[in-house]
T-cell receptor, first 113, second 113 residues
């Protein structure tokens, strides 16, 4: 079956530091890949997505590249802010059968001033 | 366009009781999914409804049930509540195609005493 593995958190950074959150996946077909973010007290919201190999999704300074050869979709940001503190979820959605997303466990990011 | 709304936002029940949660999807979205989020288990898929039919189901006991109305609004019901049912219940709507994101509501925080 499908699965998504994210790095364990929390990830603690100082403001303006570089961020990487690793995500690898297992899928039988050709999935679409997503990063969602959950701020305290809120539901998840889409941060970025990529639908095919070598696509790069980007939004709000975050970016991730769909790497089929390494089955990865790592999230990066060059300079984090305190307001980026949240939980980040990597997810995939298959092309055939059930398209219900498979989510990773989430990675908590804490950014200190 | 209004987002996904969930009511109530907070709920306190005692063991053995039952509860009904409500979700109104984004206008035009016919797919509604429900998730349970807990610190220990992360985000777990409960079920998905499309055009009033349950199309996908997660691995939860029969105490968890749902339905969808002709206007795409959805309800989920949990009977005979257990302490372990305490969680954030998230509803998400989508256009139900591969590559389409899910739009999440803010969730209902259920506490079982």
């Amino acid at each position: 079956g499908n699965s998504v593995t994210q790095m364990e958190g929390p990830v603690t950074l100082s403001e303006e530091a570089f961020l990487t959150i690793n995500c690898t996946y297992t899928a039988t077909g050709y999935p679409s890949l997503f990063w969602y973010v959950q701020y305290p007290g809120e539901g998840l919201q889409l941060l970025l997505k990529a639908t095919k190999a070598d696509d790069k999704g980007s939004n709000k300074g975050f970016e991730a590249t769909y790497r089929k050869e390494t089955t990865s979709f790592h999230l990066e940001k060059g300079s984090v802010q305190v307001s980026d503190s949240a939980v980040y979820f990597c997810a995939l959605s298959e092309s055939g059968g059930s398209y219900i997303p498979t989510f990773g466990r989430g990675t908590s990011l804490i950014v200190h001033p | 366009k209004a987002g996904v709304t969930q009511t109530p936002r907070y709920l306190i029940k005692t063991r053995g009781q039952q509860v009904t949660l409500s979700c109104s999807p984004i206008s035009g979205h016919r797919s509604v999914s429900w998730y349970q989020q807990t610190p220990g288990q992360g985000l777990q898929f409960l079920f998905e409804y499309f055009s009033e039919t349950q199309r996908n189901k997660g691995n939860f006991p029969g105490r968890f049930s749902g339905r969808q109305f002709s206007n795409s609004r959805s309800e989920m019901n949990v009977s005979t509540l257990e302490l372990g049912d305490s969680a954030l219940y998230l509803c998400a709507s989508s256009l139900a195609n591969r590559g389409n994101e899910q739009f999440f509501g803010p969730g209902t925080r259920l506490t079982v005493l």
